[in-house]
Nanobody, 122 residues
Framework: EVQLVESGGGLVQAGGSLRLSCAAS????????IGWFRQAPGKEREDVSC????????YYADSVKGRFTISRDNAKNTVYLQMNSLKPEDTAVYYC???????????????WGQGTQVTVSS
């Protein structure tokens, strides 16, 4: 059974940090790109970041560039999203997802996690 389990969300003050984890099982993790997406209340889901399977190349949405860092530990089948300098507008449910390559939120994506809530207070 394929599973993607996010953790690390919570409540933090503006300017603070959180590290999200996405633990994967049930598929060959090394072969998959892992992306992070988020959805704020009343808004559409949006891309946040992605890390490829092949060379570890990374992608960031402009809104998080310079503040968020994505990384992967293939030995632990886990991808991390380090989020620094958090802003209230980062408040959302954060989802990780897996596919053969980095995909945009409008593309079909093979596997999704259930999400973890991040709330940034002002």
């Amino acid at each position: 059974e394929v599973q993607l389990v996010e953790s690390g969300g919570g409540l933090v003050q503006a300017g603070g940090s959180l590290r999200l984890s996405c633990a994967a099982s049930g598929f060959t993790f090394d072969d998959y790109a892992i992306g992070w997406f988020r959805q704020a209340p009343g808004k559409e889901r949006e891309d946040v970041s992605c890390i490829s399977s092949s060379d570890g190349s990374t992608y960031y949405a402009d809104s998080v560039k310079g503040r968020f860092t994505i990384s992967r530990d293939n030995a632990k089948n886990t991808v991390y999203l380090q989020m620094n300098s958090l802003k209230p507008e980062d408040t959302a449910v954060y989802y990780c997802a897996a596919d053969w390559a980095c995909r945009g939120v409008g593309d079909p994506i093979r596997y999704w996690g259930q999400g973890t809530q991040v709330t940034v207070s002002s």
